[in-house]
């Protein structure tokens, strides 16, 4: 169907005729708007509690600009195709408000179903957009437009008259077309730190009342969260991107761009700043752990670790890959650091609970894993794969064997392709694998392959007995 859209603008005033058409970029004359029809596009309409906030164009307030950048929220929309809508907008002589109202014929659909379900208890702020623009208008900017429906039974449809009805302080706003497709919408990224993670400043050992922020991730002018392309994570599934305080605080989960120091600051923002309710000053900061960096592997899953402190301490970052045998305390402890057989290289932090001041155990889990330690297959077999997986450090290993008639190769996904000869000069052959963790020399894992009978006599059954896939 042909769409359509009619604006209708009514003044009390001849002067009002300027403020109005700014709904259009076209403008005939100073009493006059450009009346173009059509709706290009289908409407998109929130619930406009969902809505967290408005971002204006070069995060201006709306006074100054009445262009919204970015829609915050976290919940979908709806899209509802209409057949023809029609829109007005006057001042009240009154109040001085604007009267607005958006007509909407539409079949019923599932959206359409979602929206009157809800038509009740919340009200809508909507967008529609004029043949030939590039932006859209919209209704309901802060406060929601209420929502009153007819509907017309024929014999094969439904016809629904929707009206989006307010008074609003404001008109009409335009809203930037990408806020309908978030997924692939690109931000201007901001860089600001994040004071409630933070890190007392100490002098001789007592904080001085000055904290340094932990991290600075970037987000866009709402606060939300960017990857690495400047995209929402939550669209994206990539790590948030973030800056931390030099080697003194783990990765905290963020795809890490850099690191700072004290003196730094970004976007004006200083990562350091004066807070004594934070950061009291002289409460002694005095916390350490020793030694601060320990080695875990196959045969060395836990280690004890000291940790020296003046007062009362709790551990406040926890990696999902280790345990402890006690998360907490006061005064002098020791702890054991526990692998869980996940590899990788992660930071237990802990924290002085008076001085905020933290310390940071650098742990460093290095496995290779194999489903099992020996293999047997049938002599003629052409070639077999050992699953490998090498976790922690530079996730690779070193591969040694005396092994006449086996050729072996190690993949990229670190499992080991062997191919063996025909044996035919005995019955059986053995071979041991050696593998060594290229950043861990203590772990290393043996494996056993046998080659079972001879060309004449593959020894089948034998290969079964081993419950081995052939």
């Not at 916390?287 to 601060?292: E, K, L, Q």
């Not at 005064?331 to 930071?347: L, Q």
Request: net charge negative.
């Amino acid at each position: 169907m042909n769409w359509y859209l009619i604006f209708v603008f009514k003044s009390l005033y001849e002067n009002t005729f300027n403020m109005l058409c700014k709904l259009n970029q076209d403008i005939i004359s100073d009493s006059a708007c450009d009346m173009r029809s059509g709706i290009e596009e289908d409407l998109f309409i929130y619930n406009i509690g969902d809505i967290d906030t408005f971002v204006f164009e070069n995060d201006n307030r709306h006074s100054d600009n009445n262009f919204i950048d970015t829609v915050v929220t976290g919940e979908p929309f709806y899209q509802l195709e209409a057949s023809s809508a029609e829109y007005s907008e006057e001042i009240d002589e009154d109040s001085g408000k604007f009267i607005q109202r958006l007509s909407v014929m539409t079949n019923f659909s599932s959206e359409l179903e979602n929206i009157l379900s809800n038509a009740r208890n919340t009200k809508y702020f909507v967008c529609f957009r004029q043949d030939g623009d590039e932006d859209y208008l919209s209704i309901g900017y802060k406060t929601g437009a209420t929502l009153s429906y007819t509907v017309e039974l024929t014999d094969d449809s439904q016809i629904y008259t929707i009206i989006f009805s307010m008074e609003s302080e404001y008109s009409a706003m335009r809203v930037k077309n990408d806020n309908f497709d978030l997924s692939n919408k690109y931000f201007t990224p901001i860089y600001k730190p994040l004071y409630d993670i933070h890190i007392c400043e100490t002098v001789s050992g007592d904080n001085n009342g000055y904290m340094i922020a932990s991290y600075v991730p970037k987000v866009n002018s709402a606060g939300q969260p960017l990857d690495i392309n400047n995209q929402l994570c939550s669209y994206s599934g990539l790590q948030q991107v973030a800056y931390k305080y030099e080697d003194v605080v783990s990765s905290g989960g963020y795809y890490i761009a850099g690191t700072y120091d004290d003196s730094a600051s970004f976007d004006s923002y200083p990562v350091k700043i004066f807070d004594a309710v934070a950061c009291p000053i002289g409460a002694i900061g005095t916390i350490s752990v020793s030694p601060n960096e320990i080695f875990l592997n196959s045969t060395t899953t836990f280690q004890s670790v000291d940790i020296t402190c003046d007062n009362q301490w709790q551990t406040v970052e926890l990696p999902p890959i280790v345990n402890l045998s006690n998360q907490s305390g006061s005064g002098d402890a020791s702890v054991i650091v526990m692998s869980t057989n996940v590899g990788g290289d992660v930071k237990i932090k802990f924290k002085n609970i008076v001085s905020y001041e933290q310390v940071a155990l650098d742990v460093h889990i290095n496995l290779i894993k194999t489903e099992r330690n020996s293999y047997v297959f049938p002599n003629g077999q052409r070639a077999f794969v050992i699953p490998v997986t090498c976790e922690g450090g530079l996730g690779t290993y070193t591969l040694t064997a005396n092994a006449p008639y086996l050729t072996m190769v190690i993949q990229d996904d670190n499992s080991i392709f062997c191919s063996p000869m025909h044996n035919t000069e005995t019955s059986e052959q053995r071979w041991t694998l050696t593998l060594t963790h290229n950043s861990d020399p203590n772990e290393v894992k043996n494996i056993s392959i046998t080659i079972l009978g001879s060309d004449s006599n593959p020894q089948w059954q034998l290969v079964r007995k081993y419950c081995e896939t052939v």
